[in-house]
Structure formats: C-alpha cells, structure tokens
T-cell receptor, first 114, second 113 residues
Framework: QKEVEQDPGPLSVPEGAIVSLNCTYS??????FMWYRQYSRKGPELLMY????GNKEDGRFTAQVDKSSKYISLFIRDSQPSDSATYLC??????????????FGSGTRLSIRP | EAQVTQNPRYLITVTGKKLTVTCSQN?????MSWYRQDPGLGLRQIYY???????DKGDVPEGYKVSRKEKRNFPLILESPSPNQTSLYFC????????????FGPGTRLTVL
C-alpha cells in the first residue's frame, strides 16, 4: 500500500465550479501537509502548506486536514481555466531534519472548461 | 530572477552511455534535491544534499550519483543509464530543507533506448 494515495483523475469541471481534490495517507506520523500545483511542462510550485489538523484559506483556495481520518483536501472556489494543472499533495512527519522526507502523491490532473 | 535551472531539458540516449544533468540555483539555498516523476508513482526522491559536500540517498538512489562541490550546483550523474531510468527528472532547492518551500526546476525529460 502506498503511503499517500491520490486519485489521478482527470477531473474536468466547468468554469466557476467548486473543485475538491483529495489525498489519503496511512502514516499517522505525518503532521505537515502541502499542496503543489504543476502546470504542463513545468516543475511543481508550492500552493499551500498546513500543519496538523484544521483549515487554511488563501484566496480561492482552502486546504483542509482531517488527521483522524488521515484525509486531506484542497478546495478551489470559483475555478478558472488558469487553474487547469496537476495538483500534488505532499506530506512529512518532521519540520526540519537531516533525514527529512517528504512523500508526494501521484497528482490529480484538473481541467477547467471555459 | 530567483530560479532553479536544469540542462538539458530533453535528452535521448542509449543504454550504457554516461550522462550528466546539471542543476543550478541562484537563491543561496542550503538544500538541494533530485526527484524523478513517473506516471502513477508521483515524485520520488533520488538524492538530496543538506549542504556542500553533504549528500544522502533518497528513496530511489540506485543507478544514480550526485555531487555537491559548490552550493549552487548539484549535478545528477547516470554512469550507465538503463531503459528503466527513462523518466522526467526535477531538481529542487530550498533554504534549509524539511518542509521549507521547495523551488523546482523546469524538468529534464530523459529517454534511454
């Protein structure tokens, strides 16, 4: 079983819709949760970062962590065609460590239809 | 402009022919890392470096070598490439490692025939 599972999609929604992207994980030690966005032919870029459980909002994006269910989500409100990309979740048990290890999900491909 | 650069962006080679993918960052970051990205498997770390002359294995180091002689450069070396190393490779850097924001390069698509 993979440590981090992410539905690969593709997910296609109309412009303006609310998008929900999700990851599940098996390692209860994970405390730090990240979402990266990767446009086609580009490297990933950090979108949001959260610690432990709860919600974090940044503009149209909301990250949610439910540690009891080992489930994290990224919500995109008022989705735009420019949001079309692959979204990768990532997580880690430690903040800083000489052997720091970040586990990435395989990514969900999202397409926003104009 | 703050960035991570990789060269080449695309490379087709044959089995056994040594190659080097260069990576350079201009942000004075301590931490640098190499990943490979394969469909369905996501990003997997190959090697990382916490500082100059300090490198360590990631999850999939077999068949790869790295060196960190200068802070800004972190080349990835494939001494005898094989077809199972066909992949998309990313170099990344961050200030101190851990969950600190990683800045990724544009990627190198490698095909080994």
């Amino acid at each position: 079983q993979k440590e981090v599972e992410q539905d690969p999609g593709p997910l296609s929604v109309p412009e303006g819709a609310i998008v929900s992207l999700n990851c599940t994980y098996s390692n209860s030690a994970f405390q730090y949760f990240m979402w990266y966005r990767q446009y086609s032919r580009k490297g990933p870029e950090l979108l949001m970062y959260t610690y432990s459980s709860g919600n974090k909002e940044d503009g149209r994006f909301t990250a949610q962590v439910d540690k009891s269910s080992k489930y994290i989500s990224l919500f995109i409100r008022d989705s735009q065609p420019s949001d079309s990309a692959t979204y990768l979740c990532a997580m880690s048990a430690e903040l800083y460590s000489s052997a720091s290890k970040i586990i990435f999900g395989s990514g969900t491909r999202l397409s926003i239809r104009p | 402009e703050a960035q991570v650069t990789q060269n080449p962006r695309y490379l087709i080679t044959v089995t056994g022919k040594k190659l080097t993918v260069t990576c350079s960052q201009n942000m004075n970051h301590e931490y640098m890392s190499w990943y490979r990205q394969d469909p369905g498997l996501g990003l997997r770390q190959i090697y990382y470096s916490m500082n100059v002359e300090v490198t360590d294995k990631g999850d999939v180091p077999e068949g790869y070598k790295v060196s960190r002689k200068e802070k800004r450069n972190f080349p990835l070396i494939l001494e005898s490439p094989s077809p199972n190393q066909t992949s998309l490779y990313f170099c990344a850097s961050s200030l101190v490692g851990g969950v600190d924001t990683q800045y990724f390069g544009p990627g190198t698509r490698l095909t080994v025939l």
